[in-house]
Structure formats: C-alpha cells, structure tokens
C-alpha cells in the first residue's frame, strides 16, 4: 500500500511544471534536446491558477510550494536518476527514422507463447500488486526471448 501511495504522489507531482509554481508567470524557456535548442513559448501557471484548476476540476489535493518546486529546470534535471546523453537521442533518431522511410509489413497476429517467448502465468490472487507482476513477468519474457533461458524471478523481492 506504501507504494501505490508513493506512486499515486508522483504522479499527482507530475502534472505540475516544476519551475511554474511561483506566484508570477514562468517567462519563455528554451530547452536542449540532442543538438537541437526546443523553445517552450506556453509560460509556466502561477501557483494560483493550478490551484484553481485542481478545485474546478474536484480533485481532492491541494497544490502548494515544496523544496523541489522552486528549482529551475536544471537544478531539478540534477535530481533525476536517468540521464540520457545527447548523442544517444541522436542514434535513437537514426535508427528510428530508417524504419520509417521503410514500407514494412506486419503479420496479421502475433503471439510470443507460439514461440516460446513468456513465462507462465502466475496467480497473484487478490494482493493489489498486479503492476509487480506486470513488470517482473515483462522483465522475465525478456530475458527469455534475448537470451533463451527461463528465470523464475521473485515479485515478493520487489514489494
């Protein structure tokens, strides 16, 4: 239950630009992706408008400033535990836009169990924890398929 607490905040924390909570307007950001220099030209909301917003729409938290709240955008990129350097989301592009000059065609279905690509299916019965084995089920099918070995793995070690 601490978890889906923990990601329900997060995801409450989400829908707030960081650097917008101040009383007044954010001003015009420019951002660097990759090579390129992307102008975000919309201005952050006040504090006050999202508070607003968040009662119009019912919602039954209160949007207030917080420590991180306050930090410009790079102080809070700081924060975050990934960080993708540049000249991967170069590669990315490359790799990506060669598929879409491409004229590929797909089957009509697919199914990984025709080739043995999942595990089995586990019986999490009514424990709330069915993005646990969502994830350690999609983690296992991975390993499964790229190396062909079938690991039992344990969703209790990640609750």
């Known amino acids: 239950?601490?978890?889906?607490?923990?990601?329900?905040?997060?995801?409450?924390?989400?829908?707030?630009?960081?650097?917008?909570?101040?009383?007044?307007?954010?001003?015009?950001?420019?951002?660097?992706k990759g090579n390129t220099q992307i102008t975000i030209d919309q201005p952050f909301e006040t504090l006050s408008q999202v508070q607003q917003r968040i009662a119009e729409k019912g919602y039954q938290w209160t949007a207030g400033r917080t420590s991180v709240s306050e930090l410009s955008s790079e102080q809070f990129q700081r924060l975050l535990g990934l960080r993708i350097p540049p000249e991967a989301v170069d590669r990315f592009e490359k790799i990506t836009s060669a598929?879409?000059?491409?004229?590929?065609?797909?089957p009509s279905s697919f199914d990984?169990?025709?080739?043995?690509?999942?595990?089995?299916?586990?019986?999490?019965?009514?424990?709330?924890?069915?993005?646990?084995?969502?994830?350690?089920?999609?983690?296992e099918s991975m390993v499964l398929i790229n190396s062909g070995f079938e690991y039992d793995l344990s969703e209790q070690q990640v609750l």
Do not use: H
Request: hydrophobic share 45%; aromatic share 8%; net charge negative.
């Open 1 to 32: 239950m601490k978890t889906a607490a923990v990601i329900a905040s997060i995801l409450a924390l989400s829908l707030i630009p960081v650097s917008g909570l101040s009383e007044n307007a954010g001003s015009v950001e420019t951002k660097q």
């Open 99 to 106: 598929y879409n000059m491409r004229n590929l065609q797909f």
């Open 112 to 139: 990984w169990r025709d080739y043995a690509g999942v595990t089995p299916v586990k019986d999490q019965d009514g424990c709330g924890s069915c993005w646990d084995f969502a994830a350690v089920g999609a983690l």
